[in-house]
Nanobody
Framework: QVQLVESGGGLEQAGGSLRLSCAAS?????LAWFRQVPGKERKGVSV???????TYLDSVKGRFTISRDNTKNILYLQMNSLEPEDTAMYYC???????????????????WGQGTQVTVSS
């Protein structure tokens, strides 16, 4: 059974940092972080393929860094210079289809984690 388990969310002040982790039950070609606020659609934040090629949502470029450890099947998201607008539920997502897109705005996940809440206070 495929599992994606996120951790690392919490409450942080604006300007602070948080690091999210996602433990996957196996290897996936494409891993990603999405976020969602109530009443809005889920949006891709950052996506990385197995060769460590990464793409980012424009609003997080220069502040967030995605990385993955393929030996441990763990995905990370280092979030610096947090802003109140970053407040959302953050989801880990994955697909294993080599012939499908693996970039922000084009990735269509097959698997989702349960989410971890990130709240940034002003």
């Amino acid at each position: 059974q495929v599992q994606l388990v996120e951790s690392g969310g919490g409450l942080e002040q604006a300007g602070g940092s948080l690091r999210l982790s996602c433990a996957a039950s196996g290897f996936f070609y494409c891993l990603a972080w999405f976020r969602q606020v109530p009443g809005k659609e889920r949006k891709g934040v950052s996506v990385m393929d197995d060769a460590a090629t990464a793409t980012y949502l424009d609003s997080v470029k220069g502040r967030f860094t995605i990385s993955r450890d393929n030996t441990k099947n763990i995905l990370y998201l280092q979030m610096n210079s947090l802003e109140p607008e970053d407040t959302a539920m953050y989801y880990c997502a994955a697909h294993a289809r080599w012939d499908e897109p693996c970039r922000v705005g084009a990735m269509s996940p097959d698997y989702w984690g349960q989410g971890t809440q990130v709240t940034v206070s002003s």
